[in-house]
């Protein structure tokens, strides 16, 4: 059974920093796409950031040169280093995990899913 499990959400100031960890287990398939998404309040699902079993990276436009995903030795950890962060960044954030042919900021086309953790940031 595969288990993606998020941490290291919080509170924050605008302009800190966040280290989000996404733990997954039971996932075995050789090519795969971790995905990062967020969730605010009366906003639909978006995507963040994603990494390919090859290492490839993708961004969303509002993160970029702020936000880096990367992945632990073993890749059963991902992490999203989250750096000046911003008041329209809070929201709940949640790990996915689907095959390397998926589109990466497409919510619908992941298998799995974390169960989320809160960010908030203000001003």
């Known amino acids: 059974q595969v288990q993606l499990v998020e941490s290291g959400g919080g509170s924050v100031q605008a302009g800190g920093s966040l280290r989000l960890s996404c733990v997954a287990s039971?996932?075995?398939?050789?090519?795969?796409?971790m995905g990062w998404f967020r969730q605010a309040p009366g906003k639909e699902r978006e995507g963040v950031a994603s990494i390919d079993s090859d290492g490839s990276t993708s961004y969303a436009d509002s993160v970029k040169g702020r936000f880096t995903i990367s992945q632990g030795n073993a890749k059963k950890t991902v992490y999203l280093q989250m750096n000046s962060l911003k008041p329209e960044d809070t929201a709940m954030y949640y790990c996915a995990a689907g095959g390397s042919w998926v589109r990466w900021s497409a919510p619908g086309q992941y298998t799995y899913w974390g169960q989320g953790t809160q960010v908030t940031v203000s001003s």
């Open positions: 039971g996932y075995t398939y050789r090519s795969y796409c």
